[in-house]
């Protein structure tokens, strides 16, 4: 069974930075994009950054966080991160990792079939 187990959250001021980590269970790993979504309260999930299964070249982003968040992977590791620079109280949300559907590499969270249990984030002013 696949799971993702992110970590890394936590509480910093605004101008920190983070790094989150995602843990993906089994050989579901491999030949997949992946990618990292956000919810605010009372907001709906939105996407943040995806990665290819090749990673390099192969990233996208959010305009709200281009520039100051960056996606990596670790394939030999099956793990997913995502630095988080110059925290702004508005990036304050739960943080989920996610795998994309087979040869999906999108933004829209359909696109996802596996998701972790998210990490708060939360960017005090």
């Known amino acids: 069974q696949v799971q993702l187990v992110e970590s890394g959250g936590g509480l910093v001021q605004a101008g920190d930075s983070l790094r989150l980590s995602c843990a993906v269970s089994?050989?579901?790993?491999?030949?997949?994009?992946m990618g990292w979504f956000r919810q605010a309260p009372g907001k709906e999930r939105e996407f943040v950054a995806v990665?290819?299964?090749?990673?390099?070249?192969?990233?996208r982003y959010a305009e709200s966080v281009e520039g100051r968040f960056t996606i990596s992977r670790d394939n030999t590791k099956n793990l997913v991160y995502l630095q988080m620079n110059s925290l702004k109280p508005e990036d304050t949300a739960v943080y989920y990792c996610?795998?994309?559907?087979?040869?999906?590499?999108?933004?829209?969270?359909?696109?996802?079939?596996?998701w972790g249990q998210g990490t708060q984030v939360t960017v005090s002013s």
């Open positions: 990665i290819s299964w090749s990673g390099g070249s192969g990233t």
């Open positions: 089994g050989r579901t790993f491999s030949g997949y994009a």
């Open positions: 996610a795998r994309a559907r087979s040869g999906y590499s999108g933004i829209y969270s359909n696109g996802y079939d596996r």
